[in-house]
Nanobody
Framework: QVQLVESGGGLVQAGGSLRLSCASS????????VGWFRQAAGKEREFVAA????????QYSDSVKGRFTISRDNAKNRVYLQMNSLKPEDTAVYYC??????????????WGQGTQVTVSS
């Protein structure tokens, strides 16, 4: 079982930055792919970024590529999402998720509760 807890969300002005953190208490966290997804009000959940267990492979959606960076610290059981040059359209609830398979679809086995990110114009 993998439990995930997101933190770091908040209100920021357009052009600003936030760093989200996904923490896990599971001993096998380092063996999981971790993805970040987001869901804006009235919209479907969408893929943002994913990182392989070792951190050597990452993938981003086109909408965040070049602005967001996913990374992980397996010694601390944490995955981060550094978000720069934020835009109002980045406003959403952000979720981290863990799975054994590297994918961009929201079919991950384990999910956090989400953290709200609001970007004002």
């Amino acid at each position: 079982q993998v439990q995930l807890v997101e933190s770091g969300g908040g209100l920021v002005q357009a052009g600003g930055s936030l760093r989200l953190s996904c923490a896990s208490s599971g001993r096998t966290f380092s063996s999981y792919v971790v993805g970040w997804f987001r869901q804006a009000a009235g919209k479907e959940r969408e893929f943002v970024a994913a990182i392989s267990p070792s951190g050597g492979v990452t993938q981003y959606s086109d909408s965040v590529k070049g602005r967001f960076t996913i990374s992980r610290d397996n010694a601390k059981n944490r995955v981060y999402l550094q978000m720069n040059s934020l835009k109002p359209e980045d406003t959403a609830v952000y979720y981290c998720a863990a799975d054994r398979i590297f994918r961009t679809r929201d079919l991950y086995d384990y999910w956090g509760q989400g953290t709200q990110v609001t970007v004002s114009s």
